[in-house]
Every structure is written in structure tokens, then in C-alpha cells.
């Protein structure tokens, strides 16, 4: 069965230091894996995916199909980063379920 | 465009008691669904809709009802709330290339 793991409840980082929220996914087919984040608040929004392979608002990830991950980088963090975020994979027939993981709480500190 | 839109914002239920979360989208997105959101354990689907007329289980269906008579909304049942139900309810529906949008969530509270 399809799964994503975000082994980090929270990260905390100084403002420009840079971050890396981790995203391991199980998944017999082949993937495609999301991004959102979720600001305080507000509510949850698309980040980035990875068949884009767009930087949005200073993040990239990269698909390894090797390791099974979709890691989300940042090399300098900014306050204004702080969030939760969490990792999914698209899986079924016609792309019909979203399985998100546990997500991430990324505290960047001044 | 109001995108996706939730009401209530809030409810507090009693053991036992019924309520239906309403769920309306106007971008005219076939796919929409629901999930649920705890502590520590993310987000997980209750139930999907990929048209009028056509719904399906996700992961965590059991006490929960859906339906789908319009391409605009997608009402979530609780048949009979129990504590366990107590959760933030999100909504969302998603465009033909997957980008899929989220209305701002109920949250709920079974006493």
C-alpha cells in the first residue's frame, strides 16, 4: 500500500540558515508527489509539485526515485517560512487519492 | 471566484447527534472530497467524488455519509457524532492536472 513518511514532527532553524523537510514515499507505481503548506490561520495551499520542477517562494524538491524521496529544500529560511507542511503522493486509477504524511512544523527563529 | 467555502466554522456535537459540514466549490472542478485532520496524524480522506452522481470511500469512511446531486457541492453527513469524530474537517477540490485547492476547514467537537 501507498505511503509518505515525514519523519520530522517539527523543525526549528535560524532565518538564514537552510532547511531541509524530509519526504519518503512507498509506492509500486510511478509517483507523483506534492507539496503544500499550511500558514497559520490560513489554509492549506499547493507549494510546489514536482513534475513542474518550478522554485516557488525560494523552495525546491527533487524526486528520487532511488532513495523514494521528494526532500524540500530552502538554502537561506525566512521568518515568514514558518508553517506546516506536508508531503503527498497522488496514487489510483485516474489519480482519484491524495495520501498526505504526518507533515512538518518548520519554527524558523530570528 | 470564492473557491472552496465551508460552513459551519465551528460546531460543538453532542454523542449521538447528527449534522451534515457543507462544502461548495465554484471553480466547476469535477473532483472534490473530504478529509479529516488530527494531531500527528495528518491528513486523511474520508470520502471522494470524482462527478455528480459518483462517490467512493477513501481511507477513514465508517460514520461518515456523502453525496453528490450538483457539481458544486459535496455535503459530508455525520450520522450519528462521536468523540472520536472531534477533528478539523477540510473539503477541497481539485482541477483535471491534480493541483487540488482546500476551502478553511470545520472545526468539530463532539462532547
Known amino acids: 500500500a501507498q505511503r509518505v513518511t515525514q519523519p520530522e514532527k517539527l523543525l526549528s532553524v535560524f532565518k538564514g540558515a537552510p532547511v531541509e523537510l524530509k519526504c519518503n514515499y512507498s509506492y509500486s507505481g510511478s509517483p507523483e508527489l506534492f507539496w503544500y503548506v499550511q500558514y497559520s490561520r490560513q489554509r492549506l495551499q499547493l507549494l510546489l509539485r514536482h513534475i513542474s520542477r518550478e522554485s516557488i517562494k525560494g523552495f525546491t524538491a527533487d524526486l528520487n526515485k532511488g532513495e523514494t524521496s521528494f526532500h524540500l529544500k530552502k538554502p537561506f529560511a525566512q521568518e515568514e517560512d514558518s508553517a506546516m507542511y506536508y508531503c503527498?503522493?497522488?496514487?489510483?486509477?485516474?489519480?482519484?487519492?491524495?495520501?498526505f504524511g504526518t507533515g512538518t512544523q518548520l519554527k524558523v527563529e530570528l | 471566484n470564492a473557491g472552496v467555502t465551508q460552513t459551519p466554522k465551528f460546531q460543538v456535537l453532542k454523542t449521538g447527534q447528527s449534522m451534515t459540514l457543507q462544502c461548495a466549490q465554484d471553480m466547476n472542478h469535477e473532483y472534490m472530497s473530504w478529509y479529516r485532520q488530527d494531531p500527528g496524524m495528518g491528513l486523511r480522506l474520508i470520502h471522494y467524488?470524482?462527478?455528480?452522481?459518483?462517490?467512493d470511500q477513501g481511507e477513514v469512511p465508517n460514520g461518515y455519509n456523502v453525496s453528490r446531486s450538483t457539481t458544486e457541492d459535496f455535503p459530508l453527513r455525520l450520522l450519528s457524532a462521536a468523540p472520536s469524530q472531534t477533528s478539523v474537517y477540510f473539503c477541497a477540490s481539485r482541477t483535471s492536472s491534480y493541483e487540488q485547492y482546500f476551502g478553511p476547514g470545520t472545526r468539530l467537537t463532539v462532547t
Open positions: 503527498a503522493l497522488l496514487v489510483g486509477g485516474g489519480g482519484n487519492k491524495l495520501t
Open positions: 467524488s470524482v462527478g455528480a452522481g459518483i462517490t
